[in-house]
């Protein structure tokens, strides 16, 4: 009976396993069958499915604008803190 316990064992994990790859192969399926029904639907725009893009250089989508800066402006060192609004007074101690 001691060398049956781990036999069981194992096989009950490789039960487990197996169910549980079922479990994942159904889920893919059904996941499937959704995708072929949706792209499928009659009122899809044929558009959604097959985009083509026009044929075009790369730096043409990539054009300079007066507004943008890809590095900021250098530090001038005006900025000035403002003044702190609390301002403590404390009595001397004698």
């Known amino acids: 009976m001691l060398q049956l316990r781990p036999q ?3 096989y009950w994990s490789l039960s ?13 399926r059904r996941n499937l069958q959704t995708l072929h029904s949706w ?13 083509s893009w026009p044929p075009s250089n790369l730096y043409d ?3 300079p604008s ?5 590095v ?11 003044k702190p609004d609390l301002v403590f007074h404390t009595p ?3």
Do not use: E
């Open 16 to 28: 487990v396993m197996v169910q549980d790859l079922m479990i994942r192969v159904i889920k893919l």
């Open 61 to 63: 989508r990539f054009v």
């Open 92 to 94: 001397p101690s004698d």
């Open 66 to 70: 007066s507004v943008y800066h890809a």
């Open 72 to 82: 900021p402006p250098p530090v001038s060192g005006t900025f000035m803190p403002p």
């Open 8 to 10: 069981l064992q194992m």
């Open 39 to 51: 792209l499928s639907h009659p009122l899809l725009p044929i558009h959604l499915v097959t985009v």
